[in-house]
């Protein structure tokens, strides 16, 4: 008989993830013979987790909220795109050897150019937020070749952290770090190719107050990593001016692409991964 061997994300929480759902779906399809599983592990279960995962032969897992910094100390290997990150988010197990890497910067930047045309040599961007996910598509669009990027933050230290340390990494593109002010975003953005939210603004239909997409480039592209809704109000109010969107679902069926490639040495197949991943969208 052959075995079923297993596939993962650790979490705490972990019940609302969609990556169970969006695997299994490209799994069964191919035939392959993994499956996928959401583990519930909370921070003081993450040693056992990584012992269990050995002896039960994983073949690699997701990493999610709180583990994506305390999974590396089990870590033999990081890659350099996890390191500069700072951030774990698929790790593969060979043996009792567990590597660690960052797909989600790969992730966003592959279903940013593939879903809006976005070419970012020479553009400019604007990012809202410097928490994680920002690290990631900061990190992601500077290795593109974007000639400038800005970040703004709530909270400003973190985005002038941020901007030094990626400016210093990262030294073809000028990274920046603006105040979260409206009134001067507003000001910055008849310069911008690519406005990108990463904040958690827009869940609950929560919205940017006094943000005036009007004098956005005809050609500007609006992304937002927020997906749920799908179309956050800083979307809609970006369609409504016809400029190009990039919902937050493309990062996540990206990133979980290039993380099964690497668990399987095989590409998915993308539209299954997408329908499978819109579809439980809708019932969480
Ligand atoms: P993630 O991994 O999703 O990036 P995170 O590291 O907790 O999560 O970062 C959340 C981001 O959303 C931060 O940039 C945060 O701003 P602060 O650094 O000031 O906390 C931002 N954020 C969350 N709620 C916000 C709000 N109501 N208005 C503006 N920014 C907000």
């Known amino acids: 008989m052959k075995t079923i061997q297993l596939l993962g994300i650790i979490g705490d929480p972990i019940a609302h993830s969609l990556s169970p759902a969006m695997h299994n779906a490209v799994l069964r399809k191919g035939g392959f013979r993994y499956f996928y599983l959401p583990f519930h592990v909370t921070p003081q279960k993450l040693k056992d987790f990584i012992r269990d995962a050995v002896i039960l032969h994983l073949k690699g897992f997701n990493v999610t909220i709180p583990h994506k910094e305390a999974v590396w100390q089990y870590l033999s290997w990081i890659s350099p795109e996890a390191k500069a990150i700072g951030a774990v988010n698929t790790v593969v197990v060979s043996g009792r050897r567990l590597k660690g890497y ?23 961007a604007l990012v809202l937020g410097a928490g994680g996910a920002s690290r990631a598509v900061v990190y992601a669009l500077a290795k593109a070749g974007l000639k400038e990027i800005a970040v703004a933050n709530r909270t400003r230290a973190r985005a002038r952290k941020l901007a030094r340390e990626f400016g210093k990494k990262l030294r073809k593109t000028r990274i920046v770090d603006v105040p979260f002010d409206v009134s001067l975003i507003n000001r910055l953005l008849p310069d911008v190719d690519l406005l990108v939210n990463t904040t958690s603004v827009g869940m609950n239909r929560s919205a940017f107050r006094g943000l005036r997409l009007d004098s956005l480039k005809k050609s500007a592209v609006v992304s937002d990593l927020v997906y749920k809704p799908r179309f956050t109000p800083l979307l809609r109010a970006a369609k409504r001016r016809r400029l190009k969107v990039h919902t937050g679902d493309g990062m996540l069926l990206h990133q979980g692409a290039q993380a099964f490639r690497l668990w399987t040495g095989r590409r998915p197949d993308l539209r299954t991964m997408k329908k499978a991943l819109l579809q439980a969208l809708k019932l969480k």
């Open 102 to 124: 960052n797909t989600d910067a790969g992730g966003y930047l592959r279903s940013l150019t593939e879903e809006t045309g976005f070419r970012p040599r020479e553009k400019t």
